[in-house]
């Protein structure tokens, strides 16, 4: 069984600049959720797709946009990025619907100067 | 809104004491609760949950924790420290479905947990 794998590892962006962070969900797994870890904080949720719609969303702005496609796999979009983007960003995957456990993937270390 | 409070930034064990890591929490309904454990620059680790049932859950690597539902409390628990638990602890809470979004966790801040030789 695969677990949850991200891409890139780390990333260095420029503020203003748009970025795209790739996440495999775990083997069976239809639910991708993405959250925001800024340092010293815990993970903050941005957005959750299910069968590829968006399915609920946090507290972030339009600049940050995703995609589920029909192997469940999931992109994050982040456009004009700001210095306060910079986080670790954790992709997790699940069976959605009833009380399933998330699993998650290493995580993608954004910086952005 | 739901939410997950961990008041203890810090917490030193030695080894082979028991731990305990707090959370408490606030959500409509009843809650589905979780673990999660991190080590430096790595992604979340699933330790354990409760859902429904037993208030004393267990989980991976000798962890459990109890559910309290009057005092709305979920702490982490281990009989016996061990150097390899220093890490990094998150709880978090979910409310039962009610829709979209309903899905998404709330964590705490964390609780560095340093078990000391």
């Known amino acids: 069984e695969t677990g949850v794998t991200q891409s890139p590892t780390h990333l260095i962006k420029t503020r203003g600049q748009q970025v795209t962070l790739r996440c495999s969900s775990q083997s069976g797994h239809n639910t991708v959720s993405w959250y925001q870890q800024a340092l010293g904080q815990g993970p903050q949720f941005i957005f959750q797709y299910y069968r590829e719609e968006e399915n609920g969303r946090g507290n972030f702005p339009p600049r940050f946009s995703g995609l589920q496609f029909p192997n469940y796999s999931s992109e994050l979009n982040v456009n004009a990025l700001e210095l306060d983007d910079s986080a670790l960003y954790l992709c997790?995957?699940?069976?959605?619907?009833?009380?399933?456990?998330?699993?998650f993937g290493p995580g993608t270390r954004l910086t952005v100067t | 809104a739901q939410s997950v409070a961990q008041p203890e930034d810090q917490v030193n064990v030695a080894e082979g004491n028991p731990l305990t890591v707090k959370c408490t929490y606030s959500v409509s309904g009843n809650p589905y609760l979780f673990w999660y454990v991190q080590y430096p620059n790595r992604g979340l680790q699933f330790l354990l949950k409760?859902?429904?049932?037993?208030?004393l859950v267990k989980g991976s690597y000798g962890f459990e924790a109890e559910f309290n539902k009057s005092q709305t409390s979920f702490h982490l628990k281990k009989p016996s420290a061990l150097v390899s638990d220093s890490a990094l602890y998150f709880c978090a809470v979910r409310a039962p479905y009610s829709g979209a979004g309903s899905y998404q966790l709330t964590f705490g801040k964390g609780t560095k947990l340093s078990v000391i030789p």
């Open positions: 997790a995957s699940s069976l959605g619907g009833a009380p399933y456990e998330q699993y």
């Open positions: 409760y859902i429904t049932g037993d208030n």
